[in-house]
């Protein structure tokens, strides 16, 4: 039987929120800042986080999907859907909702850099620091965690629970 013990309640993901709102207004004051959130997880968290800002910013999506892991890890994430906006010479923050190796966001931000912004970092919401596989730096961290399957806003296991206002931990 499933079981999903509370991991972080609304209220706590709120408080979260605003303090990293306020950490990138006061970082990229008078910037011309785009926020890119990887699909499909980072929906709630990005639109969540963009209504916290006191800073003018653009926003965009890129969507990729990964097959598991084999010999190369990085060679199994796929491009669904690229992002649409010019990032050419624009200061970007990559939204995650969460980040375990780092595959996925190091194949992301490789794909972006490609584009040639004047500057990438990094921000999650979840922070799974001791299953890092990849040397890629997060600059604005919402929750470390050691819990294991983690679903709710936005997080998703087989593409279900993603509609929870909280996040929980998925006992299987
Ligand atoms: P990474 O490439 O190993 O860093 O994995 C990142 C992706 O795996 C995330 O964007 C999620 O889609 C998924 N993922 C990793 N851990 C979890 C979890 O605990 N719950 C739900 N999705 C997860
Ligand atoms: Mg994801």
Redesign the pocket.
Known sequence: MQELVPVLTEEEIERTIIRIAQSISLDYKDRDLILIG?LK?SFIFLSDLVRKLSIPVKIDFIQVS?YGYGTSPSES?ELKNDVGIEIKGKDIIVI??????????EYVINHLNNSEPASIKVCTL?D?LE?RETDIKIDYSGHITKE????GYG???AENFRNLPGIFHLKL
């Open positions: 990887v997880g990964s994430i995650e909702d969460i980040v375990d190796t780092g595959f996925t966001l979840i799974k299953r294991g399957f983690l679903v997080l998703d296991y």
